[in-house]
């Protein structure tokens, strides 16, 4: 399932391409800034999970300000 891998202070946290947690735990109000951020690059993020999973080298995409 594409997917992205947070982290944030002690809390590790793998959250879908839509928004839902897989796995790990975060405080709520980081967890809403990770699924917002989310929201704005998922077409970049769509294209990374693509070119990653045809052993692609991935770009970057402009992390939370």
Known sequence: MPHIHAEYQE????????????????????LKLFQAWIEIHNE??????KLLSEGKEFFKIDPLR
């Open 11 to 30: 809390y590790e946290v793998a959250i879908s391409l839509e928004g839902e947690v897989l796995s790990g735990e975060i405080p709520p109000k980081k």
């Open 44 to 49: 970049d993020l769509i294209a990374n999970w």
